[in-house]
């Protein structure tokens, strides 16, 4: 005969137990239920996002680029102050630069180039790299970030150079983008300093630089660069990626923008201004 549950006891007759059984042990600690979690308040979320990155994402439309004319005004002032300008990434022939890119991934060009030189002294070609195996590659650089995947892409994408395009970097960005660990950002450094194409290689830097100055206005990558490809001059497209890259890098940073010293703060209509 099956035996008959007890009924479970009321709210009111279980507080009455537990209060028993509290007088009943009193060196026990009182149960005190804990409290339901409290949601992270939003707007903590949003300050640890850089100023600039919640300006991009908080936009419900993407504001109106400046006019040409103004657009012309800020490369002319990045040509005067710099004419020739130039990547940080030390490289010796096409196919160190495709590594140099492919190693800088997440990672800053003085540590790339610290690990790069002495790989560069005995490894400047694929069949190099290659024969050097991805082992050795591995220990020259151990120092970067993402290292071990990274060594395997370099030593791949070194084959695959050999046996693909009879060891020669291909000066085409659909060939690139197969090769492993070069995506499309990749590929446009390697075909504007190697190959002198009139590319846009969008990072983070230049992303940031293109919104605030409102030259390319955008929510990914993808539209900045399409955008700064319709709208740069056709004179200063060469030289624009290196320009805007080095004004974000050193002058209109993420957290703290140096306003105070931009050459462009006068045309500048951003948010996150710091000076009149």
């Known amino acids: 005969m099956p035996v008959k549950k007890p009924n479970a006891p009321a709210p009111a007759r279980r507080a009455d137990l537990a209060s028993k059984s509290a007088k009943a042990r ?27 990155v919640q300006a991009v994402r908080a936009r419900k439309s993407v504001p109106r680029a400046i006019g040409p004319q103004v657009i012309e005004e800020i490369f002319s002032r990045f040509h005067k102050a710099m ?14 630069l495709l590594v140099a ?19 560069f002294a005995i490894a400047d070609t694929p069949q190099k790299m290659l024969a050097l195996g991805e082992e050795k590659v591995r220990d020259y650089v151990k120092t970067i ?8 892409n370099v030593v791949e ?23 492993p660990g070069v995506g499309r950002k990749t590929a446009n450094v390697v075909l504007n300093m190697a190959f002198g194409h009139e590319t846009m290689a969008v990072d983070t830097h230049i992303f ?6 409102r030259l390319a ?10 955008g700064l490809e319709k709208r740069v001059p056709k004179h200063f497209r060469l030289h624009a990626h290196h320009w805007l890259i080095l004004q974000g890098r050193y002058t209109c940073k993420a957290l703290r923008p140096e306003c105070e010293r931009c050459i462009v703060s006068d045309l500048c209509a951003s948010a996150d201004k710091r000076i009149p």
């Open 26 to 52: 009193p060196n026990s600690p009182a149960i005190i239920p804990a409290p339901a979690p409290l949601a992270a308040p939003r707007s903590a979320a949003k300050r640890a996002l850089p100023r600039a």
């Open 217 to 226: 206005p955008g929510k990914t990558p993808d539209q900045v660069e399409a």
């Open 101 to 119: 890119v492919v190693l800088s991934a997440q990672a800053t060009d003085v540590g790339v180039n610290k690990a790069t030189r002495p790989l």
């Open 145 to 152: 970030g993402l290292f071990r995947t990274k060594a395997k």
């Open 157 to 179: 994408l070194s084959r695959q150079l050999i046996e693909r395009f009879g060891g020669q970097v291909p000066g085409d960005r659909d060939a690139l983008v197969t090769l």
């Open 83 to 96: 004419p020739e300008p130039k990547g940080e990434l030390e490289y010796v022939n096409a196919f160190t």
């Open 208 to 213: 940031r630089v293109s919104n605030r100055l």
